[in-house]
């Protein structure tokens, strides 16, 4: 039983240039959460998706920032025009139903030059 | 403002001994906590939980307490194995609400 996928695993760019970053969640599973880690601090919260919807983007920039979960294939966060301030490591999670265990995938580290 | 602290940044404890790690939130409507075991360059393990409707819970080596009025969790780990050194992150969640608030992360090295 495969865990959550995310590639890819490392990601580079150039400032400017867009990102996108894949989740596909465990199976059986219809909820996606997407975090953020800066180096040296804590997953913050981003946005939560279920196939088709998004519920809550409460945590992510309103700005150059958007996610998807359509009905076939995997999750996307999308990062248009990248920073520099944007390189971090970006994790996805997912879950059953609405309970409150989420099970996270490897992440994408990405890196703005 | 940070609604969920771990303010010990490390810990280093002998093999065999126990590991305690501490967590403080702020936010009353939290009811749900989570601790997650995280290694480098991988994503966060999940590794136990407790509703605010309980005071502990155990799952093998783990134990999780809670005090509700002190606003404070623990995770105790009994007893340390050098596999455990990584680093653990507390989360907590509210209600109806799905987002997880985490902590900053206490790195644990257990000697052996």
């Known amino acids: 039983n495969a865990g959550v996928m995310q590639n890819p695993r490392h990601l580079v760019r150039r400032r400017g240039q867009e990102a996108r970053l894949r989740c596909s969640p465990m199976?059986?599973?219809?909820?996606v959460y997407w975090y953020r880690q800066l180096p040296e601090e804590g997953l913050k919260f981003m946005v939560y998706?279920?196939?088709?919807?998004?519920?809550?983007e409460s945590g992510m920039p309103k700005e150059r920032f958007s996610a998807e979960f359509p009905k076939e294939g995997p999750s996307i966060l999308r990062i248009q025009q990248v920073v520099r301030g944007d390189s971090a490591a970006y994790f996805c999670?997912?879950?059953?139903?609405?309970?409150?265990?989420?099970?996270f995938g490897p992440g994408t580290r990405l890196t703005v030059l | 403002d940070q609604q969920v602290k771990q303010n010990s940044p490390s810990l280093s404890v002998q093999e065999g001994r126990i590991s305690i790690l501490n967590c403080d939130y702020t936010n009353s409507m939290f009811d749900y906590f989570l601790w997650y075991k995280k290694y480098p360059a991988e994503g966060p393990t999940f590794l136990i939980s407790?509703?605010?409707?309980?005071d502990k819970n155990e799952d093998g080596r783990f134990t999780v307490f809670l005090n509700k009025s002190a606003k404070h969790l623990s995770l105790h780990i009994v007893p340390s194995q050098p596999g455990d050194s990584a680093v653990y992150f507390c989360a907590a969640s509210a209600g109806s609400s799905y987002k997880l608030i985490f902590g900053s992360g206490t790195r644990l090295l257990v000697r052996p």
């Open positions: 199976k059986g599973h219809s909820h």
């Open positions: 998706l279920q196939k088709e919807n998004i519920i809550d």
């Open positions: 999670a997912s879950s059953p139903t609405t309970g409150r265990e989420q099970f």
């Open positions: 407790i509703s605010s409707i309980k």
